[in-house]
């Protein structure tokens, strides 16, 4: 379980790494100071974050027609919070594991990410729970939202 967490951080910290690297090397000719404004970005470019990893919760027994509405409304709730620029980055890992997905909050504190949790339908009836963690990252991710708009064929 630990190892998993580990691997999935140090994911984030490389590709995290990558997005930061024309920073590191001195001045940035590329630099858009409206863009890093708007985004939130610090003068190297990154940001505070809350990381949520999401667990399999302990009730997780429904019927398949009871999964599916309580899938179709942690959903929405995903894109409620993505509309309000609440919620960054959010998806599913690809296996059958204890972790279930990540999120990345636009938020300072593990406070308000654990409240913006709460509103979550799958994490109120127990199917899932969440592990959240302050994380410091690149700005850039304020803008996946848009992009993903754009890339999107069908709507989730």
Request: charged residues 25%; hydrophobic residues 45%; without cysteine.
């Amino acid at each position: 379980m630990i190892m998993k967490h580990l691997i999935a951080a140090l994911t984030l910290v490389v590709l995290n790494g990558l997005l930061s690297m024309p920073v590191l090397a001195g001045d940035n000719s590329q630099y858009d100071p409206a863009l890093a404004e708007r985004a939130g970005a610090d003068e190297y470019g990154m940001k505070q974050y809350v990381l949520a990893f999401l667990k399999k919760g302990p009730n997780r027994d429904r019927s398949k027609e009871e999964a599916e509405k309580l899938q179709r409304a942690h959903l929405d709730n995903i894109g409620r919070m993505a509309k309000a620029g609440k919620l960054v980055l959010a998806g599913p890992f690809l296996n059958d594991g204890e972790l279930r997905g990540i999120y990345i909050f636009n938020v300072r504190t593990v406070e308000e990410a654990k409240a913006l949790t709460e509103t979550d339908p799958a994490v109120q009836a127990g199917s899932l729970v969440m592990e959240l963690l302050p994380w410091y990252g690149s700005a850039a991710l304020m803008e996946v939202n848009e992009l993903h708009k754009k890339m999107a064929k069908k709507a989730i």
